[in-house]
C-alpha cells in the first residue's frame, strides 16, 4: 500500500490526507506552541520549530508502521490524526489526534476523524485491536473516543504530568469484533 495516495474520506466535506514536509505551515507551528491547545499533547515538553515539525513528518512518512494524516475541512488543514504505532504480529495499533484550529472546536471533528481512522485499521489493515491513550483531564478526548465505541480498559494512577499536576493515565481500547457488530 502507497500511504502517501491514500486519502481517507468520509460522508462530510472532512479529508484525511497523508501529510507531507511540504503541508508545514506557520499556523501548524503555533498550534504546536500554544499552551490551551498543546495542553494534552507530548510535544508541548519542548518549544516547536519548522525544523522539528518537518523532521516528525519524515520520520513518520519513512516508517512503516505509522500513518500521520491532515485533518482537512472546507480545504483548510485543522489538525492531525496519526495511525501507528502498528504492531503487525499482534494486529493492533495506537491512535492519537488534536484539532488545532480552534475555530473548529466543538463541532465533532475529532470524532469523525478517530471514526474515519478507526475504519481504516479494522477494514483496510484488518487489525484486530485499536488503542488510545489520554490524560485524566482530558475529557473531550474521552468523549470522542467513547462516541466512536471505544471502551475504557484501564487505568495507570498518577502516571502522567498534566496541566494541573499528576494524572491518571487512561488506556482506551476498541476491539474489531465490536465494531463489525456496531455495523451490522
Not at 504480529?89 to 471514526?115: C, M, P, Q
Request: hydrophobic letters at 35%; charged letters at 25%; glycine letters at 8%.
Amino acid at each position: 500500500m502507497n500511504k502517501f495516495s491514500h486519502e481517507l474520506t468520509s460522508n462530510s466535506s472532512m479529508l484525511l490526507k497523508p501529510l507531507k514536509e511540504a503541508d508545514y505551515s506557520e499556523e501548524y507551528l503555533a498550534w504546536l506552541n500554544d499552551e490551551s491547545i498543546n495542553q494534552y499533547l507530548e510535544t508541548r515538553w519542548e518549544k516547536q520549530t519548522e525544523e522539528k515539525i518537518k523532521s516528525f513528518i519524515s520520520s513518520i512518512n519513512m516508517d512503516q508502521d505509522s500513518f500521520l494524516y491532515g485533518i482537512i475541512v472546507d480545504n483548510e488543514h485543522i489538525g492531525n490524526i496519526k495511525l501507528g504505532p502498528i504492531n503487525w504480529h499482534h494486529k493492533y495499533a495506537d491512535i492519537s489526534y488534536f484539532i488545532g484550529s480552534k475555530n473548529y472546536w466543538g463541532r465533532g471533528l475529532a470524532t469523525e476523524a478517530v471514526a474515519i481512522v478507526t475504519k481504516f485499521a479494522f477494514e483496510e489493515l484488518e487489525l484486530n485491536k485499536c488503542i488510545a491513550g489520554l490524560y485524566s483531564g482530558n475529557i473531550g478526548s474521552a468523549k470522542v473516543l467513547e462516541k466512536v465505541g471505544f471502551k475504557l480498559e484501564g487505568c495507570l494512577k498518577n502516571n502522567l504530568h498534566g496541566p494541573d499536576g499528576w494524572e491518571n493515565r487512561l488506556l482506551y481500547g476498541y476491539l474489531n469484533k465490536d465494531f463489525r457488530k456496531k455495523y451490522e
